[in-house]
T-cell receptor, first 114, second 113 residues
Framework: EAQVTQNPRYLITVTGKKLTVTCSQN?????MSWYRQDPGLGLRQIYY???????DKGDVPEGYKVSRKEKRNFPLILESPSPNQTSLYFC?????????????FGQGTRLTVV | AQKVTQAQTEISVVEKEDVTLDCVYE???????LFWYKQPPSGELVFLIR??????QNEISGRYSWNFQKSTSSFNFTITASQVVDSAVYFC??????????FGKGTKLSVKP
């Protein structure tokens, strides 16, 4: 089954404790992206990757890191999480972008930083 | 700059009513795509429709219909005879220049029995 898998689905952590949210897709998509969703703000792009070893900042990259060492995986790293990073996070992938109807979103990761 | 505006933050209707969700967009691109996504209470994003900027035909899919008007930069979504299962947050989105999607802030629809 074609899918984007995020883990964990739910996470409560403390300020300053490094964490990684994993994202994996099984569709051989070149494009992957991370979004965060906050009430009243919609979804905003954090980082994106056009292909392996190519990553770039989206609209709200501060406090996040990503890597794209292999095509299928695009982990989101919070080196020192803060409460303002409490949010619902989505990973997405698409063949060459999110324009195609083949674009897929993960199930979401609800992160709480206390 | 590209932008999507969903002016209605929350809408509440009674079952069987028709409801229209508004979406207004801004872009300088001549070729672009518009989308609607549904986010039910369970939280996942469900793709509903993609519309090419060159295709202004309205589309109907069951109780759902979409009205794309380039002249007013609008891509409105109508649910006919709403049902409780339609309760969700609906997002309108526009293609950005980086292969990404630019989302509106969403409209929360509550359908009461």
């Amino acid at each position: 089954e074609a899918q984007v898998t995020q883990n964990p689905r739910y996470l409560i952590t403390v300020t300053g404790k490094k964490l990684t949210v994993t994202c994996s897709q099984n569709m051989n998509h070149e494009y992957m992206s991370w979004y965060r969703q906050d009430p009243g703000l919609g979804l905003r792009q954090i980082y994106y990757s056009m292909n392996v070893e190519v990553t770039d900042k989206g609209d709200v990259p501060e406090g996040y890191k990503v890597s794209r060492k292999e095509k299928r995986n695009f982990p989101l790293i919070l080196e020192s999480p803060s409460p303002n990073q409490t949010s619902l996070y989505f990973c997405a992938s698409g063949r060459t972008g999110l324009v195609n109807t083949e674009a897929f979103f993960g199930q979401g990761t609800r992160l709480t930083v206390v | 700059a590209q932008k999507v505006t969903q002016a209605q933050t929350e809408i509440s209707v009674v079952e069987k009513e028709d409801v229209t969700l508004d979406c207004v967009y801004e872009t300088r691109d001549t070729t672009y795509y518009l989308f609607w996504y549904k986010q039910p209470p369970s939280g996942e994003l469900v793709f509903l429709i993609r519309r090419n900027s060159f295709d202004e035909q309205n589309e109907i899919s069951g109780r759902y219909s979409w009205n794309f008007q380039k002249s007013t930069s609008s891509f409105n979504f109508t649910i006919t005879a709403s049902q409780v299962v339609d309760s969700a947050v609906y997002f309108c989105a526009l293609t950005g220049s980086q292969g990404n999607l630019i989302f509106g802030k969403g409209t929360k629809l509550s359908v009461k029995p």
